[in-house]
């Protein structure tokens, strides 16, 4: 990236937050509608958005940002809140979550779907598609059910397809969830609760099934 596109970079505060508004109208103008039309959370694909207008796009923001992305790179970051992140990381910005909230929000996630794919849950990147982390129409169906669960929703399991990554998945759940925090955040004995939950579930000491019947609740 040249000096003048890196001071652009700096200038702008090349976050996830801030890449979003600025790509949200380079995309408005591929697909040829207004910005208020387009829905961040969703896959470039429901948005419309073929092999040309990927080619255009991606190379709009390569022009804005000084950046050398391939427009296959949108499969692998399919969600503009994804790609924003990748994007953010090209410049050499530091990638960090776009509100307290949705960073809350997204350690809650993070941590139920750990204890599904019975992993931990720094091996989970936000940024990564569910279905490269493993998770099949069952696991899915399951986080989903523990989510609306947590966060008294009533989100049907393909909302997955359209919020393919915990960062996404996130940032949805922030702007729609009816509870303010995750029910595990502030309240210790809850917090205990839910570790315990996921400790057992790793040890193959009770099911997964058994385990979401067992989460734990705010009063």
Known sequence: MSPEHQSLAAASGATPATVVAELLPLLADVLKVRTEQLDPGLTFRSAGVGSVAATQFVSAVNARYGTGLDPTSLFVHPTLPAFAG???????APVTPATPATQEILGFLRGCLAGILGCEPTALDPATPF?????DSIRGAKFVAAVNDAYGMDEPAVTLLDRPGLAAMAAHVARVATADTPPATDDRTADGELGALLDAVRADRISVDEALTRLPHRA
Not at 86 to 92: C, F, M, S
Not at 131 to 135: A, C, K, P, R, Y
């Open 131 to 135: 279905n490269l982390l493993g998770v």
């Open 86 to 92: 990748h994007v953010a990381r090209a410049t050499g």
